[in-house]
T-cell receptor, first 115, second 118 residues
Framework: AQTVTQSQPEMSVQEAETVTLSCTYDTSENNYYLFWYKQPPSRQMILVIRQEAYKQQNATENRFSVNFQKAAKSFSLKISDSQLGDTAMYFCAFTTSYNNNDMRFGAGTRLTVKP | NAGVTQTPKFRILKIGQSMTLQCTQDMNHNYMYWYRQDPGMGLKLIYYSVGAGITDKGEVPNGYNVSRSTTEDFPLRLELAAPSQTSVYFC?????????????????FGDGTRLSIL
C-alpha cells in the first residue's frame, strides 16, 4: 500500500524568508509521480509542483522547488521569498503510474507567513 | 467560466437518511473524481470516472455510490448516512487522467460540500 507522511502539522515563516516542508512516502513501485498541492482558506486545491520519479532533476516552479530523494523516499518543498499569499495548507500527494487516478494525500502542513 | 460546481455547499443529515451530492463541470473533461477530507487530514479518493458510463472505486468507496450518465455530471450518493461520513467532500475534474497533472492540465476542484451526519 502507498502511504504519504507529512510530519509537520504546522509551520510558520517570516515574509521574504525561505521555508521547507517535509514529505516522505512509502511504495514498492519504481514508477510514480509526486505532487505538492496548496489549499488556501477558500478550500480550492491548487497544484504547486509535480515530480516524475524517473527524473533525477528536481522540479522547480518560480519560487517553489523540491528536493526529491528517491532512495530515501523523501520529497520536500522549498518556498523561497515567502509571501503572505503563500499562507495555506500544503498537501503532498502520490500516485503510481499503473493506477494513476488513485492519488494518495498526506495529512497536510499548515503554513503561516508572518509579516 | 463556471469550472466545477458542487451543490449543496452545506448539509446536515440525520443518521440513516440518504442524499445526493451534485457535481457538474462545463469544461468537457473526461476524468472526474470524488474525494472526502476529514478534519486535519488529506483528501481520500472515494470514486472516480474516466468517462461517461465508466466508474471505479478509489481508496474509501464503502457507503457511497456514483453514476456518470453524462460527461458533465458525476453525482455522489449516500444511501444510509452514518456519522463516519461527516466530512468535506470535493469533486474534481481534469482533461486528461493523472499523471498529466501539470500546470497546463491541472485538476480542477469544486468549492466543496460540508456534510454533517447527526
Amino acid at each position: 500500500a502507498q502511504t504519504v507522511t507529512q510530519s509537520q502539522p504546522e509551520m510558520s515563516v517570516q515574509e521574504a524568508e525561505t521555508v521547507t516542508l517535509s514529505c516522505t512516502y512509502d511504495t514498492s513501485e519504481n514508477n510514480y509521480y509526486l505532487f505538492w498541492y496548496k489549499q488556501p482558506p477558500s478550500r480550492q486545491m491548487i497544484l504547486v509542483i509535480r515530480q516524475e520519479a524517473y527524473k533525477q532533476q528536481n522540479a522547480t516552479e518560480n519560487r517553489f522547488s523540491v528536493n526529491f530523494q528517491k532512495a530515501a523516499k523523501s520529497f520536500s518543498l522549498k518556498i523561497s521569498d515567502s509571501q503572505l499569499g503563500d499562507t495555506a495548507m500544503y498537501f503532498c500527494a502520490f500516485t503510481t503510474s499503473y493506477n494513476n487516478n488513485d492519488m494518495r494525500f498526506g495529512a497536510g502542513t499548515r503554513l503561516t507567513v508572518k509579516p | 467560466n463556471a469550472g466545477v460546481t458542487q451543490t449543496p455547499k452545506f448539509r446536515i443529515l440525520k443518521i440513516g437518511q440518504s442524499m445526493t451530492l451534485q457535481c457538474t463541470q462545463d469544461m468537457n473533461h473526461n476524468y472526474m473524481y470524488w474525494y472526502r477530507q476529514d478534519p486535519g487530514m488529506g483528501l481520500k479518493l472515494i470514486y472516480y470516472s474516466v468517462g461517461a458510463g465508466i466508474t471505479d472505486k478509489g481508496e474509501v468507496p464503502n457507503g457511497y455510490n456514483v453514476s456518470r450518465s453524462t460527461t458533465e455530471d458525476f453525482p455522489l450518493r449516500l444511501e444510509l448516512a452514518a456519522p463516519s461520513q461527516t466530512s468535506v467532500y470535493f469533486c474534481a475534474s481534469t482533461q486528461q487522467g493523472a499523471p498529466i497533472f501539470d500546470s497546463n492540465q491541472p485538476q480542477h476542484f469544486g468549492d466543496g460540500t460540508r456534510l454533517s451526519i447527526l
